[in-house]
């Protein structure tokens, strides 16, 4: 097939190529320029197929709300391109732009700081139909909005709440229903049950694999938590210092992890059977040597050459590759 048009249905969900975003660090009463924080720095990440659920792993202050606000558009890159569904969201203007906005959803960690507590749970959910659909009868409204309450398990009744009425879950699935209201195809969602207690964090979980094969909607999830990414995802990045260094099928990363961050990222992870602490794989802090692996002064298996040369990608077949000198060792 040939044509613009075949073009755009053939195109990835999403396709990110060397993304970047440095912010300046600023000193002393004049605001100097100090330096900069390569918050993100150089990602590339591929979501192939409609439908499907990619991870972003990665502690905190590693770089992935940057990479999320930056990949949005809500704050400009300093190099780099973002195309979803093929088009450069850099280049959209007027209608294309509001539809890339109805298209493409967030949903954030923490659902309190999401929703104006003056605002009930209706009104807040009908805002994005009032703000994109103003000519939607009121009656029309409505029913979507209740409609939308019980495509995340919540009853009509729940319109006329406050914020405060309802448990850190129920807000979160509000926070849900809201980021539907416009029927997206893609959802961000950033740790969207971290800020949650386990027993809820389960039924959320569950609540977006449902969604995710009723609407048929693509995801992004970012979460510092591997046993999150591996419950809804297929593939995963993992990120350290605003660059991916392992991705692969989630299964296999899991299985086999093929780079000493990604290694430490696992063990961190509280395992039910094992009745003991984690014991500590990366070592703390240590600056990192220019022109080498980032990684490399809290790594246990750093060589000489790690502080010399910064490793490129290795590839270990089906969709796996690790930035490790040591990657194809395993
Ligand atoms: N607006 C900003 N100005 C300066 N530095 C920032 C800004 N936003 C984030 N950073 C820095 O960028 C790095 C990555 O932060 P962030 O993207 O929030 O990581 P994560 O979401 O993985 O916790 C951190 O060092 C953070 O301090
Ligand atoms: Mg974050």
Known sequence: MTGVGALQTEA?????????????????LLRR????????????????????????????????????????????PTAGEVRFWGRDVRGLRGADLQAFRRRVQIVFQDPTGALDPRWTVGR????????????????ERRARVAELLEQVGLLPEHARRYPHELSGGQRQRVVIARALALEP????LDE??????????????????????????????????LAVIDFLCERTSVMYRGRIVEEGPVA?????????????????????EAGRLPEPQLKAGG?????GCPLAP?????????????????????????????????
Request: positive net charge.
């Open 12 to 28: 990835a969900v999403l396709e990110v190529r060397g993304l970047k975003k440095h912010f300046p660090v600023r000193t002393g």
């Open 33 to 76: 320029v100090r330096g900069w924080i390569a918050a993100v720095d150089g990602v590339d990440l591929v979501i192939e197929r409609a439908g499907t659920a990619h991870g972003l792993a990665g502690e905190s202050g590693s770089g992935k709300t940057t990479f999320i606000r930056t990949l949005l558009g809500l704050t400009p």
């Open 124 to 139: 807040a959910v009908a805002e994005p139909l009032r703000v994109h659909r103003p000519d939607l009868p009121e009656a």
């Open 185 to 188: 195809k893609f959802l961000v």
């Open 192 to 225: 969207p049950t971290s800020a949650l207690d386990v027993s809820v964090q389960a039924q959320i979980l569950n609540l977006l694999q449902d969604l995710r094969e009723r609407l048929g909607l693509t995801y992004l999830l970012i979460s510092h938590d």
């Open 252 to 272: 296999r990363v899991l299985a086999r992890p093929a780079h000493p961050y990604t290694k430490a990222l696992i063990a961190s992870l509280p395992r039910m």
């Open 287 to 291: 600056t990192a040597p220019a022109g």
């Open 298 to 330: 809290r790594c246990p298996a750093a060589q000489a050459v790690c502080t010399r040369e910064d490793p490129p990608f290795i590839d270990l077949g089906g969709g796996h590759r690790a930035r490790c000198h040591f990657a194809g060792e395993v």
